[in-house]
């Protein structure tokens, strides 16, 4: 079992920068990859980025590429997403998950996730 708690979401101006962390604890970190995915209201669950286990590779979806950053840190048990030059359609409620058997951008290939952190952009 594998418990994941983010934190650091808020409210931001669009142009602006926030930095998400995922702390986990419970079996060992770096067996997992993980991922980020985010929920507009009325929206599905879609991919944001995932990293692999030991943090070499990388991918994003189109629409934060270039913007975002996941990185990970396996001493620490906690993998982070830096989110510049934030869009008001970047607001959503951003959840992090760890994955088992690999890197995925789907949603179905992740074990465990957190209970979501709320990122909002306004205008």
């Known amino acids: 079992q594998v418990q994941l708690v983010e934190s650091g979401g808020g409210l931001v101006q669009a142009g602006g920068s926030l930095r998400l962390s995922c702390a986990a604890s419970?079996?060992?970190?770096?067996?997992?990859?993980m991922g980020w995915f985010r929920q507009a209201p009325g929206k599905e669950r879609e991919f944001v980025t995932f990293?692999?286990?030991?943090?070499?590779?990388?991918y994003y979806a189109d629409s934060v590429k270039g913007r975002f950053t996941i990185s990970r840190d396996n001493d620490k048990n906690t993998v982070y997403l830096q989110m510049n030059s934030l869009k008001p359609e970047d607001t959503a409620v951003y959840y992090c998950?760890?994955?088992?058997?690999?890197?995925?951008?789907?949603?179905?290939?992740?074990?465990?996730w957190g209970q979501g952190t709320q990122v909002t952009v306004s205008s």
């Open positions: 990293i692999s286990r030991s943090g070499g590779s990388t």
């Open positions: 998950a760890a994955a088992r058997y690999g890197a995925t951008s789907l949603a179905h290939d992740y074990d465990y």
């Open positions: 419970g079996r060992t970190f770096s067996g997992y990859a």
